[in-house]
């Protein structure tokens, strides 16, 4: 009794106590925010990677694909059917778009990776809808700057909206003038050796981007001249007559491809963000809008394989809030890719995303599916292993960054140590007047380890409470941290997110708390052995 | 009675008891075959010069500390060589300690420095079980040293003579058979001091307490019924021996 009475006593009359349950608090609260913090972006960057993968993809090894792609999904169905709630087939390809910057009149050609899919079949798989801009409004710093150009309900599909098809037909409109003066002026000097030699089929479209709206692309005849500047892109243009060029339009790889191609272009491909002076909000500014024409180069599926290019027609952006997926992939009809790629003779394929019923049958699935398909034409992975290393890179640093943390506690943990050998010593007397009184000295050692105890126990519930609402309130400390420092401590453009994600799993909280609590009572027992140890004359005699 | 001493064991012994301590590399000697006892109802005082071992020889009878030779018999049973479970409860059951300065702790208040030895007797539920009673009792013990009026205050709020009766109440709550005093006056003024005095004659009389009283105040150590004196080391000759 005696014990709980001195222990609560103690807590209550030694202030310098506090500076312990302070730095237990401390180091409580960091870590749980931090904790939930990473898993709030670990979270949401899986949730964000899954919905892009789907559960399950069956790849083939090579560009190629696999033929008959009917027959594939007769196969993964028969095997596997109980476990799948919807899968689509898709291609898979590496690539390279090239558009040109209505404003600077720049040229790129980024490289990146096409998604031949076909939309109804995605969004069975992953929420399509929700990444597509024509669903969604366009919200900036919070204001909606533009609203939803489509309903939900309205079923995906390569068509244009209403502004882009009008853009579309603006776009073409100013084509058709600048080729007219061209041809009626006479503006074509001889043409030059040194492009349409080599690919003689080659899609060569020049934009006439001269006007202030601007937004259609430069489609140069070879890589090389896409690096050029705009004068050499003309120059590339002018050696075909505007006729063939229109002829190339139409069908951009010879008369394979009778499907027009339409794509649906990352957000990070083609974008950036500019500071508007008059409202000081970051804006994002699109390179390229739906209706404008970008060359999409790829490789044919025969071996080895060769470079073709084509016209495609932007439909939609999209935004995934994957930086790597929204920088990187451009979606793309399915029956188009083929035909331009040479897959639709044999109706071929690269890969087959599957949506399970229950991820918790993932490994029961991929068996049946290993079964089924014979080992070396293609790779079954779940989107956890192909995403592996992006996702072990966060777990390794989220594990680092706890021993770290911990070791803050460990650091309190210690000062403990020094102030409870300090409380030992001035109690010494205290602690001869007790044994004198009957007290054992297991009785006194128990009033410091559970001294220890308690300062555990206050300062770890004091850093969960702390914690909690640092957690809850984040965002607003986000907010006032930037208003106090004048420049944005979460900058939404850097990590896609709009508010600060966090996560709270209880597990967490109670493994740190009662680690915490630990570590106290772990520092509080050397301290209680000497207050035991102390000889009960020689505590009295102490002044 | 004297008569009776003799038939019986006394109460507490402590036989030839040898205690020297270590200061620095020196060994020092305290106690050189120093003996003592005390028959139940007695009031013993030792007298002694400062450093003549007399505190020494009354924390090896209360069992604090433990002779380098010798023997502490508690009627006629060897208590020295116990377990120090055993002797944890001896101190707690047997004995009270008051000393100079008094030793209360500064954390409680005088009530709970009061119930603390019986806080350590019990565990948590039978403390809890019988805390009315406990209360009571100390209250009551409170009202015995006439501090009925400073029950909840805290020792450093309380004047020397009040820490002392405080610290004779806390001695006596646990109903000990020996009451161990070491210079119950030595801080206080005389006035104060003979108020304590008064207070443990009263005790040993109307309770036939058993006390040991080590001073070093020949006034003082004159009121017990039996006064010795030690130096340097040992038992030189009994002072008076009070006619029973």
Known sequence: ?543 | MNDIHRMTPPLISAEAISRSYLKGQHKVPVLRGAGLSAHRGEFVSVIGQSGSGKSTLLHVMGLLDSPDVGEVRLEGNRIDNLSAAARDQLRNHVFGFIFQFYHLLPELSLLENVMAPLMIRHSIIDFWRKRKATRDAALEMLEQVGLSHRVHHRPSELSGGEMQRGAIARALIGKPEILLADEPTGNLDAETGRDIMELLNRLNQEQQLTIVMVTHDEAIAAQAHRTVRLQQGQIQRVLHEEAA
């Not at chain 1, 939803?148 to 058709?176: C, F, I, M, N």
């Not at chain 1, 979606?331 to 599957?354: E, V």
């Not at chain 1, 019923?357 to 790779?379: C, I, N, R």
């Open chain 1, 1 to 543: 009794m005696y014990k709980l009475l001195l222990c609560l006593r103690y807590l209550r009359t030694r202030y310098i106590a506090l500076a312990c349950i302070v730095s237990v608090m401390l180091g409580v609260a960091t870590m749980i925010v931090v904790n939930s913090v990473m898993a709030g972006f670990s979270t949401e960057m899986r949730d964000r990677l899954h919905n892009f993968l789907a559960d399950i993809v069956i790849e083939s090894r090579g560009t190629a694909g696999i033929p008959n792609v009917d027959e594939q999904l007769r196969r993964v169905q028969e095997c596997a059917g109980q476990y799948i709630a919807a899968m689509t087939p898709s291609i898979e390809v590496p690539g390279m778009v090239t558009f040109t910057d209505p404003y600077s009149r720049e040229s790129y050609t980024l490289p990146i990776e096409i998604h031949g899919i076909d939309p109804e079949g995605k969004a069975a798989v992953g929420p399509l809808k929700d990444y597509l801009d024509s669903y969604n409004a366009i919200v900036e710093d919070g204001v909606v700057v533009r609203p939803a150009l489509r309903s939900s309900d309205v079923p995906l599909g390569w068509e244009l909206t209403p502004q882009g098809q009008e853009h579309y037909e603006l776009v073409q409109e100013r084509k058709r003038m600048f080729l007219d003066e061209a041809s009626q002026s006479g503006a074509f000097p001889p043409v030059m050796d040194r492009t349409t030699e080599s690919i003689p089929d080659d899609p060569v479209f020049d934009s006439v981007d001269a006007t202030e709206s601007g937004d259609t692309l430069d489609a140069p005849g070879d890589p090389g001249t896409v690096l050029t500047d705009a004068t050499g892109d003309k120059d590339a243009a002018a050696e075909q007559s505007p006729e063939m060029m229109f002829e190339d339009y139409k069908l951009p790889v010879g008369s394979t491809a009778s499907e027009p191609a339409r794509i649906y272009i990352g957000e990070g491909l083609v974008s950036f963000f500019v500071k508007n002076q008059q409202t000081g909000r970051q804006q994002k500014v699109m390179m390229v809008e739906p209706g404008d024409d970008v060359i999409v180069s790829t490789i044919t599926a025969q071996t080895p394989p060769e470079v073709t290019k084509f016209q495609a027609t932007v439909v939609d952006s999209f935004h995934s809030g994957m930086s790597e997926i929204d920088s990187r992939i451009v979606l793309m009809n399915i029956k188009a890719l083929q035909q331009n790629r040479g897959m639709h003779l044999d109706d071929a394929i690269t890969s087959i995303h599957i949506r399970l019923k229950d991820y918790a049958d993932a490994e029961k699935a991929l068996a049946a599916l290993e079964q089924a398909f014979p080992p070396g034409q293609v790779t079954i992975r779940t989107w956890e292993e192909k995403q592996g290393l992006l996702l072990s890179a966060v777990e390794v640093e989220t594990a680092i960054l706890n021993v770290l943390l911990f070791l803050i506690i460990a650091v309190a943990g210690f000062g403990i140590l020094a102030i409870f050998y300090m409380i030992v010593v001035e109690k010494t007397r205290d602690i001869g007047i007790l044994k004198s009184l009957g007290a054992s000295s297991s009785g006194v050692m128990s009033i410091f380890l559970s001294y220890g105890l308690a300062l555990g126990v206050v300062g770890s519930s004091a850093g969960v409470m702390l914690g909690l609402l640092f957690v809850h309130y984040i965002n607003e400390i986000e907010d006032l941290l930037s208003w106090l420092t004048g420049r944005k401590v979460f900058d939404e453009k850097i990590y896609y997110f709009f508010e600060i994600p966090t996560s709270i799993s209880p597990w967490m909280v109670i493994s740190v708390a009662l680690g915490a609590i630990a570590i106290a009572v772990l520092a509080s027992i050397l301290p209680a052995r000497r207050a035991a140890a102390l000889h009960p004359v020689r505590a009295l005699r102490f002044e």
